[in-house]
């Protein structure tokens, strides 16, 4: 009767390998990818911040479309006390004299929420992150250990953002 274990021992001497190897690989390559997507999301948020600045220079305040009346003045912190400014409203006042293509989606493929204060004398920009959900308000300043945390830039920097990718 032939031995059939002996013939599974070299496939398993090569399985074995090739598994420990992936188990430390995925997960690396995952952490990569995320790292990517949040520094091309920084990069489109601050891309889109100077614009925006340049334009509240040239004219006094954030004005993008019309105001809703009974908002409150704004707390860039309380993204829902802050009027949004839809992409469209952006495009037409941004492109192309502040910024040749204005980022829409942010490196996970989720919007970017764009708001203005109703004394259109602040804003805020806000992406989702890698749990493409909008975490629950106010935002606490200072970096997030997560990639699931929202990367938040007001009025000039970053309030949340990723634990080792910027002081502010």
């Known amino acids: 009767m032939p031995r059939k274990p002996a013939r599974l021992l070299p496939l398993l001497g090569i399985i074995i390998p090739v598994g420990l190897l ?15 997507h949040q520094k091309q999301t920084m990069a489109d948020i601050r891309s889109l911040a100077t614009a925006m600045e340049a334009r509240a220079t040239d004219r006094n305040r ?8 009974g908002l409150p003045k704004g707390d860039p ?7 949004h400014v839809p992409y469209g409203e952006l495009q037409q006042s941004l492109a192309p004299t502040y910024i040749h293509n204005v980022p829409q ?4 493929g989720t919007e970017l929420d764009v708001r203005v204060s109703r004394d259109q004398q602040t804003y ?6 890698s749990d493409r959900r909008f975490e629950r308000e106010p ?4 970096s997030d250990q997560s990639f699931e ?6 009025n000039g920097s970053f309030t949340r953002y990723p634990e080792g990718s910027c002081s502010q």
Not at 22 to 36: F, G, M, Q, T
Not at 62 to 69: E, K, N, R, T, V
Not at 124 to 129: E, K, M, N, P, V
């Open 77 to 83: 912190n309380r993204f829902e006390t802050l009027q």
């Open 105 to 108: 989606f942010d490196g996970w």
């Open 139 to 142: 935002y606490k300043p200072g």
């Open 149 to 154: 945390g929202d990367i938040v830039y007001s």
């Open 62 to 69: 954030y004005d993008f479309g019309p105001i809703i009346a």
């Open 124 to 129: 805020a920009l806000r992406s989702a992150a």
């Open 22 to 36: 992936a188990s430390i690989a995925v997960p690396n390559v995952v952490r990569a990818l995320h790292r990517k």
